[in-house]
Protein backbone atom coordinates (compact mmCIF):
# COMPACT_ATOMS: atom_id res chain seq x y z
CA UNK A 1 0.00 0.00 0.00
CA UNK A 2 1.29 3.66 -1.07
CA UNK A 3 1.57 6.04 1.66
CA UNK A 4 -0.86 8.41 0.08
CA UNK A 5 -3.18 5.25 0.61
CA UNK A 6 -2.61 4.60 3.78
CA UNK A 7 -2.98 8.29 5.15
CA UNK A 8 -6.61 7.82 3.30
CA UNK A 9 -7.25 4.99 5.03
CA UNK A 10 -5.89 6.10 8.35
CA UNK A 11 -8.39 8.98 7.90
CA UNK A 12 -11.30 7.30 7.24
CA UNK A 13 -10.98 5.11 9.88
CA UNK A 14 -11.00 8.41 12.34
CA UNK A 15 -13.60 9.92 10.26
CA UNK A 16 -16.39 7.19 10.79
CA UNK A 17 -15.00 6.58 14.66
CA UNK A 18 -16.44 10.22 15.70
CA UNK A 19 -19.60 10.47 13.56
CA UNK A 20 -22.79 10.19 15.30
CA UNK A 21 -24.87 7.38 15.32
CA UNK A 22 -27.88 8.02 12.00
CA UNK A 23 -31.18 8.20 13.39
CA UNK A 24 -31.96 4.73 12.43
CA UNK A 25 -29.46 3.49 14.33
CA UNK A 26 -31.20 4.30 17.37
CA UNK A 27 -33.75 2.68 19.07
CA UNK A 28 -36.14 5.07 19.59
CA UNK A 29 -37.36 7.48 16.75
CA UNK A 30 -38.01 11.45 16.91
CA UNK A 31 -41.35 11.67 18.36
CA UNK A 32 -41.28 9.13 20.80
CA UNK A 33 -42.69 10.21 23.89
CA UNK A 34 -43.38 8.68 27.38
CA UNK A 35 -46.74 10.14 29.25
CA UNK A 36 -46.46 9.36 33.06
CA UNK A 37 -48.33 10.06 36.28
CA UNK A 38 -45.94 11.73 39.29
CA UNK A 39 -46.74 9.75 42.36
CA UNK A 40 -46.20 11.37 45.81
CA UNK A 41 -46.66 9.03 48.84
CA UNK A 42 -48.95 6.87 47.20
CA UNK A 43 -51.13 10.24 45.87
CA UNK A 44 -50.89 11.26 42.30
CA UNK A 45 -49.35 14.89 42.08
CA UNK A 46 -49.29 15.95 38.49
CA UNK A 47 -48.58 14.58 35.02
CA UNK A 48 -45.04 14.56 33.09
CA UNK A 49 -44.06 13.76 29.11
CA UNK A 50 -40.42 12.23 28.46
CA UNK A 51 -39.97 13.21 24.59
CA UNK A 52 -36.96 12.18 22.16
CA UNK A 53 -37.59 15.18 19.37
CA UNK A 54 -34.22 14.18 17.81
CA UNK A 55 -31.48 16.01 15.50
CA UNK A 56 -31.77 19.78 15.99
CA UNK A 57 -28.97 22.41 15.63
CA UNK A 58 -28.16 25.04 18.22
CA UNK A 59 -25.47 27.60 18.20
CA UNK A 60 -24.25 25.69 14.97
CA UNK A 61 -23.53 22.28 17.13
CA UNK A 62 -25.32 19.49 15.87
CA UNK A 63 -27.58 17.86 18.69
CA UNK A 64 -30.23 15.77 19.84
CA UNK A 65 -33.03 17.73 21.44
CA UNK A 66 -35.42 15.84 24.51
CA UNK A 67 -37.69 17.52 26.55
CA UNK A 68 -39.40 17.13 30.00
CA UNK A 69 -42.18 18.70 31.24
CA UNK A 70 -43.44 18.16 34.79
CA UNK A 71 -46.96 20.34 35.93
CA UNK A 72 -48.79 19.66 39.00
CA UNK A 73 -50.43 21.13 41.74
CA UNK A 74 -48.19 24.56 42.07
CA UNK A 75 -45.66 23.27 40.37
CA UNK A 76 -44.18 23.14 36.85
CA UNK A 77 -41.15 22.40 35.04
CA UNK A 78 -40.30 22.11 31.26
CA UNK A 79 -36.73 21.44 30.25
CA UNK A 80 -35.07 21.36 26.94
CA UNK A 81 -32.05 19.18 26.97
CA UNK A 82 -29.74 19.44 23.75
CA UNK A 83 -27.68 15.94 24.41
CA UNK A 84 -23.98 15.47 22.16
CA UNK A 85 -25.81 12.90 19.53
CA UNK A 86 -23.11 10.00 20.59
CA UNK A 87 -22.32 10.06 24.67
CA UNK A 88 -25.84 11.67 25.13
CA UNK A 89 -23.76 14.33 27.00
CA UNK A 90 -25.62 17.61 27.93
CA UNK A 91 -24.58 21.12 25.64
CA UNK A 92 -27.27 22.50 26.46
CA UNK A 93 -30.23 22.73 28.78
CA UNK A 94 -33.17 25.42 28.82
CA UNK A 95 -35.63 25.13 31.96
CA UNK A 96 -38.53 27.04 32.26
CA UNK A 97 -39.70 27.07 36.16
CA UNK A 98 -42.76 27.97 38.06
CA UNK A 99 -42.98 26.35 41.74
CA UNK A 100 -45.38 28.16 43.80
CA UNK A 101 -45.73 31.09 41.97
CA UNK A 102 -42.04 31.90 41.64
CA UNK A 103 -40.99 31.78 37.89
CA UNK A 104 -37.77 32.05 36.34
CA UNK A 105 -36.01 31.09 33.24
CA UNK A 106 -32.63 28.94 33.42
CA UNK A 107 -29.82 28.34 31.01
CA UNK A 108 -27.06 25.86 31.45
CA UNK A 109 -24.41 25.79 29.10
CA UNK A 110 -21.46 23.02 29.42
CA UNK A 111 -18.07 23.70 28.31
CA UNK A 112 -16.35 20.51 29.51
CA UNK A 113 -12.99 21.74 27.46
CA UNK A 114 -12.64 24.32 29.73
CA UNK A 115 -14.14 22.38 32.70
CA UNK A 116 -16.97 24.62 33.88
CA UNK A 117 -20.74 25.26 33.47
CA UNK A 118 -22.27 28.44 33.13
CA UNK A 119 -25.78 29.21 34.52
CA UNK A 120 -27.99 31.94 33.42
CA UNK A 121 -30.80 32.79 35.37
CA UNK A 122 -33.94 35.09 34.23
CA UNK A 123 -36.33 36.23 37.13
CA UNK A 124 -38.69 38.31 35.44
CA UNK A 125 -36.29 41.42 34.57
CA UNK A 126 -32.89 40.27 36.36
CA UNK A 127 -30.59 38.07 35.15
CA UNK A 128 -27.77 36.01 37.04
CA UNK A 129 -25.02 34.20 36.36
CA UNK A 130 -22.97 31.60 37.56
CA UNK A 131 -20.30 29.60 36.82
CA UNK A 132 -19.50 26.18 38.17
CA UNK A 133 -15.93 24.45 37.83
CA UNK A 134 -16.58 20.54 36.69
CA UNK A 135 -13.69 18.83 35.26
CA UNK A 136 -14.44 17.08 32.09
CA UNK A 137 -17.90 15.99 30.63
CA UNK A 138 -21.02 15.90 32.89
CA UNK A 139 -24.07 13.87 32.25
CA UNK A 140 -28.09 14.76 32.35
CA UNK A 141 -30.32 12.37 34.51
CA UNK A 142 -32.23 12.13 31.25
CA UNK A 143 -29.67 12.25 28.70
CA UNK A 144 -28.50 8.95 30.90
CA UNK A 145 -31.59 7.60 30.62
CA UNK A 146 -31.69 7.44 26.57
CA UNK A 147 -27.76 7.03 26.70
CA UNK A 148 -28.53 3.66 28.91
CA UNK A 149 -31.36 2.77 26.65
CA UNK A 150 -29.03 3.02 23.57
CA UNK A 151 -25.72 1.31 25.12
CA UNK A 152 -26.32 -0.09 28.19
CA UNK A 153 -25.49 -3.91 28.54
CA UNK A 154 -28.53 -4.52 31.38
CA UNK A 155 -26.06 -6.56 33.39
CA UNK A 156 -26.38 -7.67 36.73
CA UNK A 157 -23.81 -5.87 39.04
CA UNK A 158 -22.82 -3.28 36.59
CA UNK A 159 -21.39 0.21 38.11
CA UNK A 160 -22.05 3.26 35.93
CA UNK A 161 -19.95 6.17 36.88
CA UNK A 162 -22.68 9.48 36.43
CA UNK A 163 -21.07 12.89 36.97
CA UNK A 164 -23.53 15.07 37.36
CA UNK A 165 -23.12 18.99 37.83
CA UNK A 166 -23.23 19.22 41.74
CA UNK A 167 -22.00 15.66 42.62
CA UNK A 168 -21.00 12.45 40.98
CA UNK A 169 -22.92 9.04 41.94
CA UNK A 170 -22.76 5.46 40.74
CA UNK A 171 -25.55 3.70 39.28
CA UNK A 172 -25.68 0.10 39.88
CA UNK A 173 -27.55 -2.62 38.22
CA UNK A 174 -29.51 -3.80 41.43
CA UNK A 175 -31.30 -6.77 40.12
CA UNK A 176 -34.16 -8.45 37.54
CA UNK A 177 -37.43 -8.50 38.95
CA UNK A 178 -41.22 -7.87 37.92
CA UNK A 179 -43.08 -4.54 37.87
CA UNK A 180 -46.60 -4.04 37.49
CA UNK A 181 -47.58 -1.36 35.58
CA UNK A 182 -50.97 0.69 35.24
CA UNK A 183 -51.99 -2.56 35.34
CA UNK A 184 -50.15 -4.64 33.01
CA UNK A 185 -46.94 -7.01 34.34
CA UNK A 186 -43.58 -6.41 33.29
CA UNK A 187 -39.74 -7.99 33.41
CA UNK A 188 -37.38 -5.09 34.09
CA UNK A 189 -34.16 -4.25 36.04
CA UNK A 190 -33.52 -2.21 38.70
CA UNK A 191 -30.95 0.43 38.96
CA UNK A 192 -30.46 2.57 41.88
CA UNK A 193 -27.37 5.22 42.90
CA UNK A 194 -25.21 5.55 45.36
CA UNK A 195 -25.41 8.19 47.15
CA UNK A 196 -29.44 7.14 47.13
CA UNK A 197 -31.50 9.49 44.82
CA UNK A 198 -32.14 8.11 41.34
CA UNK A 199 -34.05 4.38 41.06
CA UNK A 200 -34.57 3.35 37.84
CA UNK A 201 -36.76 0.59 36.15
CA UNK A 202 -36.35 -0.52 32.71
CA UNK A 203 -38.24 -3.06 30.71
CA UNK A 204 -35.89 -5.99 29.15
CA UNK A 205 -37.91 -6.11 25.57
CA UNK A 206 -35.98 -4.41 22.41
CA UNK A 207 -37.51 -1.24 23.00
CA UNK A 208 -36.21 -0.78 26.99
CA UNK A 209 -38.83 1.40 27.64
CA UNK A 210 -38.35 3.24 31.50
CA UNK A 211 -41.57 2.28 33.14
CA UNK A 212 -40.64 3.87 36.40
CA UNK A 213 -38.43 6.70 37.25
CA UNK A 214 -37.78 7.91 41.24
CA UNK A 215 -35.66 11.26 42.03
CA UNK A 216 -35.72 13.17 38.82
CA UNK A 217 -38.23 15.57 39.76
CA UNK A 218 -36.80 18.06 42.27
CA UNK A 219 -39.68 17.81 44.52
CA UNK A 220 -39.23 14.92 47.84
CA UNK A 221 -40.70 11.58 47.54
CA UNK A 222 -42.30 11.73 43.63
CA UNK A 223 -41.62 8.93 41.44
CA UNK A 224 -42.91 9.01 38.31
CA UNK A 225 -45.14 5.74 36.59
CA UNK A 226 -45.23 5.23 33.18
CA UNK A 227 -48.80 5.75 31.56
CA UNK A 228 -48.38 5.14 27.90
CA UNK A 229 -46.16 5.39 25.36
CA UNK A 230 -46.14 6.69 21.88
CA UNK A 231 -43.72 5.19 18.90
Given amino acids: MTRSLKYISVFLVLFFAVQPLFADDYLFKPGEEFHY ?7 KAGDATLKFVGPVIIHNVDTLLIEFTADGFNFYDQE ?8 FKPL ?10 KKEKIQETYFPEDNKIVIQKTVGDQVTEQVLTKKGEVDNIYGFIYRYRQDGNFKLGDRIDVVLPTKDIKITVVKKTKLNVDGKNFNVIYLESKPAQYKLWFDVTPQRLPLRISGAIGIANTVMVLKDHKE
Fill in 80 to 87: KIYVDPTT
Fill in 92 to 101: TVQRDLNIFG
Fill in 37 to 43: KIMQMGI
